[in-house]
Nanobody, 115 residues
Framework: QVQLVESGGGLVQAGDSLRLSCAAS???????????MAWHRQVPGREREFVAS????????NYADSVRGRFTISRDNAKKTMYLQMNSLKPEDTAVYYC?????WGQGTQVTVSS
């Protein structure tokens, strides 16, 4: 069974940090290092939006303008896990965060930033 499982969300105050994790499992991800992985987020009533992505090797990444300089995406291919370090969080970062890879989505983890 193919799975992407996010964790690490929670309720924090503006200016705080959180680290999200996305663990991949299943036959599809047996070659995990081949796949570019990404984080997206969604607020109720709005379209899901891109946050960041990272190449299979981890050498290349890109970010949405709204998070560049505050968020850092990384991965550990030995653990088949991707991370999103989120610093200097703002209330507008409040959303459900989803990981995505090889046409699969995780179930999402809620991040809430209070002002």
């Amino acid at each position: 069974q193919v799975q992407l499982v996010e964790s690490g969300g929670g309720l924090v105050q503006a200016g705080d940090s959180l680290r999200l994790s996305c663990a991949a499992s299943g036959r599809t991800f047996s070659s995990y290092a081949l796949y570019r992985m990404a984080w997206h987020r969604q607020v109720p009533g709005r379209e899901r939006e891109f946050v960041a992505s990272i190449s299979g090797s981890g050498a290349n990444s890109n970010y949405a303008d709204s998070v560049r300089g505050r968020f850092t995406i990384s991965r550990d291919n030995a653990k088949k896990t991707m991370y999103l370090q989120m610093n200097s969080l703002k209330p507008e970062d409040t959303a459900v965060y989803y990981c995505y890879g090889n046409a699969y989505w995780g179930q999402g983890t809620q991040v809430t930033v209070s002002s």
